[in-house]
């Protein structure tokens, strides 16, 4: 706890002069120990706790006799795993059942991780077993946790209903990496369908992702509610981190539901969903395209990847990119994998977290990033070597993946009414894009400057040289 304390503040210390401090922490306090803690805590400051064996009511009586208030007890789970997917409100019916919905879906890292714990899962659940439980507390009024003091004032202005008795808020930590967000989902207890969603940063780096998803839905409504977005609701900056709160959308993952037989329905309707976002973008020429997007990821591209990439293959590459053409502007997701894809009670798509967003951005680029996630998913295709085996056979029309591939591409370039020549740079432009997304982790995962065998094992530059190969008839 120590050390991850020390990687959030400014200062860490093991003893305080009093009221000197913002955050105070430890695992398993005796009396003396929460005195010292209230002692040290600022007007306002949050007193994190850890307790094993003791249970919710425990910890809350030790936190409130010893002068907090605002005590707020969490359960995470999965119990006992390095890093926790969710961390459960204590007596939040709606928010538990919400994440037993979510460990019956097909497939996914969450239900692998319950896979084993059986009975032990739904007793967890309806708190019916004990594990650690992590518990919040705060000095004084001016220390109701920010999120949940947002909501409640906010709650009549955001048009979400009658005000509840209880508002839950549900912890989603399950991001891979530092730069995933913390997402908080509210409930309307006892109903098991979160109400709102609000998001904020891990760390200083993510904040910008926030701050671009808060533009892109306040863009998108202004130009007409698409079906399936979610509504932004506001933003709040604290001491400047960015919260965003949003409408919940409520659905399955399409992964969940997506096979060999479902695949070009759903497929299909997702392509009319693109075109419905695509519609109506501002014409711009070549010239614009050159300037703003392709020169600027061909220089990246090349920068990065060019002592892993054959020079021949290289320089057809860049001449094919460079002959974009006029092409009107286009709103992208750019991060369009079935995993941001929800299927509603209804059967309509909705889609999810626009932190990458580009509101002029360019069109057909989520549709060949999605086919190509969605043919991995159909094919089975966990790793970068069956992925791009699976990618070059959805190249092909005449195998069951290509001939999806091909009916989605044909029906979006017609509602657009776009010239299918005008397709060739467009399907080498999406992976210099997204390669930049590989750099970025395998710089993350190596510290720094990632060694040349890193970069050519990134799956974007396999599916770029598969391309290449494809349109210059190798």
Known sequence: MAEAVASIADEVVTTSAGRDCDLAVAANPDPDTLAALYAALE???????????????????????????HVS??????????????????????????????SRLPGGRLRRLLGSAG?????????????????????????????????REQWPV?????????????????????????????FAEPSPHP?????????????????????ALEYLE???????????????????????????????????????????????????WLALLGRGGPARGADHWRDTIVEPALRRFIDTFEPVVDPGLLREGEAMVRAIGDLPAAPE????????????????????????????????????YYLAYASFHVDRARDRASRITSFRHSLNPSSATGAVRRECLERYLAALRLD?????????????????????????????????????????????????RCLAGR
């Not at 609000?198 to 671009?212: L, S, Y």
């Not at 997701?333 to 309509?348: C, F, H, I, K, M």
């Open 43 to 69: 007007p306002g400051g949050t007193c994190y706790t850890e307790w094993d064996g003791i249970g919710a009511a425990g910890a809350r009586r030790a936190l409130l006799g010893a002068g907090f208030d």
């Open 73 to 102: 007890c969490y359960r995470r789970w999965p119990f006992g795993a390095d890093t926790p997917l969710y961390w459960i409100p204590e007596n939040a019916t709606g928010a538990a059942g919400y994440v037993r919905a979510r």
């Open 119 to 151: 009975a032990a899962t739904s007793r967890l659940l309806r708190g019916q077993v004990g594990s650690t439980i992590s518990v919040f507390a705060h000095l004084g009024d001016a220390g109701v946790p920010a999120p949940a003091a947002w909501l």
């Open 158 to 186: 955001w048009d979400l209903g009658p005000a509840p008795d209880q508002v839950s808020l549900l912890l989603a930590t399950g991001g891979p990496r530092s730069v995933s967000k913390v997402v908080l989902l509210a």
């Open 195 to 215: 109400v709102m969603v609000i998001k904020a940063p891990r760390v200083e780096e993510a904040a910008v992702g926030v701050r671009r998803e808060s533009a």
């Open 222 to 272: 202004r130009r007409g509610p698409l079906p399936g977005t979610p509504r932004r609701l506001g933003l709040r900056e604290i001491a400047g981190v960015p919260l965003l709160a949003e409408s919940a959308v409520l659905g399955r993952p399409l992964d969940t539901v997506l096979t060999r037989d479902s695949w070009k329905g759903w497929s299909l309707a997702l392509t009319d």
């Open 333 to 368: 997701q750019r991060d369009l994998g079935p995993w941001n894809v929800l299927v509603t009670p209804s059967g309509e798509l909705g889609v999810l977290d626009w932190e990458s967003a580009e509101m002029e951005g360019l069109p057909v680029l989520d549709l060949l």
């Open 420 to 468: 299918p020549a005008q397709l060739e740079p467009l399907r080498l432009l999406v992976w210099l894009i997204h390669a930049q997304s590989d750099v970025r982790h395998a710089t993350s995962d190596a510290g720094g400057t990632p060694a040349r065998e890193q970069l050519g094992r990134s799956l974007f530059l396999g599916l770029w040289i598969e391309e290449v």
